[in-house]
């Protein structure tokens, strides 16, 4: 299928506002997934309700984190801001906004004023035992990293998930660099007319051990074969919603 006819799709569905298509399924399997990775509580249902709704049904004993119900609704946000900026060029200034956008209005986190939300971190972090970028550092380094890849000529899925790993490894901001990340993803797909893909929360423990051996070891085939996981999955659910106008 040619990738332009999902880009395609995915807009117009997000123009027109209907559920039950192409763009409505990713919005809920993306947010959930990527957001569960990192720790949220929001269940899928929660995560539709969201959606679909602006409002969590859930049981009465259940405690809701607001900080997990806000960026799940920020998710969503993103996903459409990144289509609504497919056509531009990946940028310093674009990856600054999908942390905005993310971020904004967490309470606990977008009332730091140390946590910096849309712009680079002012406190050190880590990613379990690697070593990130010391805040001094991360605009140089993102400047080298984004000089890199834009010469890039007819990117590959590989030249991608080298980007993601090595904008992992900086680490620019204070929180959300992972989700940040896994959009960057999927946009870049989408922009180099590559099967775009979302990593699946079962595949966590594949998708952590596969970024660590690629940082660590240089062995690029656990992450690589993780991404390639995610992208048949994720072209079989296109084919499930588009592949009678696919000729």
């Not at 027109?16 to 993306?30: A, R, V």
């Not at 607001?66 to 459409?80: G, I, P, R, V, Y």
């Not at 490894?169 to 929180?175: E, G, N, R, S, V």
């Amino acid at each position: 299928m040619e990738i332009s006819k999902i880009k395609k799709a995915l807009i117009e569905q997000k123009n027109i506002g209907l559920s039950g298509n192409l763009y409505h399924k990713t919005q809920l399997d993306f947010a959930y997934n990527t957001n569960h990775i990192e720790g949220s509580t929001i269940t899928p249902d929660e995560t539709a309700s969201i959606y679909d709704t602006g409002t969590i049904l859930t049981s009465k004993d259940k405690v809701i984190v607001l900080k997990d119900a806000t960026e799940t609704k920020n998710h969503f946000t993103l996903f459409k801001y990144m289509l609504d900026t497919i056509d531009d060029k990946l940028s310093i200034d674009m990856i600054k906004k999908f942390h905005f956008i993310l971020k904004d209005g967490t309470l606990t986190d977008s009332e730091k004023e140390w946590f910096n939300v849309g712009e680079y971190k002012k406190k050190n972090n880590f990613v379990g035992n690697i070593t990130t970028s010391s805040p001094d550092n991360v605009a140089d380094d993102m400047k080298n990293l984004l000089d890199w890849y834009n010469k890039i000529p007819n990117k590959t899925i590989e030249d991608i998930i080298e980007f993601h790993v090595r904008f992992e490894k900086i680490h620019p901001f204070q929180d959300g660099n992972g989700r940040v990340g896994r959009m960057i993803m999927f946009r870049e797909c989408l922009y180099n007319d590559i099967m775009p893909f979302y990593i699946e929360d079962r595949n966590k423990d594949f998708y952590i051990r596969g970024i660590k051996e690629y940082q660590t070891n240089n062995e690029k085939g656990y992450l690589i074969d993780t991404c390639l996981n995610s992208q048949d999955n994720y072209e079989r659910m296109v084919k499930y919603f588009l592949e009678d106008n696919s000729d």
